[in-house]
């Protein structure tokens, strides 16, 4: 079951940005993007410090909530929620 977009939830934090998204039936999941899979993300343009982590996961939202859903289906939780690292960025073709 894919989860969806919460407006509103995301927060620069020490290891990222933390985020939250919905079950269908509105059941909140914890969900983390690391600062080193920001970076890969973002690639060779400076890093996530010349824009600041927060531009860097909005520009590729969709993108990251596609691995936390992909990872939630496939019961890939830990720390309480899922946590998308750079393994999982390059898993998915994105680096």
């Known amino acids: 079951m894919p989860l969806q977009r919460k407006l509103g939830s995301s927060r620069s934090g020490i290891s990222g940005v ?5 079950t269908r039936d509105g059941t909140p ?14 690639g060779g343009q400076g890093g996530i410090a010349a824009v600041g982590p927060l531009a ?4 590729y939202r969709d993108k990251i ?3 936390v859903s992909q990872k939630w289906d496939c ?3 830990e720390e309480g929620g899922i946590v998308v690292r750079p393994e999982d960025v390059l898993n998915a ?3």
């Not at 933390?18 to 919905?22: C, D, P």
């Not at 860097?56 to 520009?59: E, I, L, N, S």
């Open 18 to 22: 933390e985020f939250v998204m919905v």
């Open 29 to 42: 999941v914890a969900c983390n993007v690391t600062r080193d899979a920001l970076n890969l993300l973002f």
């Open 56 to 59: 860097v996961f909005d520009q």
């Open 65 to 67: 909530e596609a691995i």
């Open 75 to 77: 019961s890939q939780l």
């Open 93 to 95: 073709g994105l680096g």
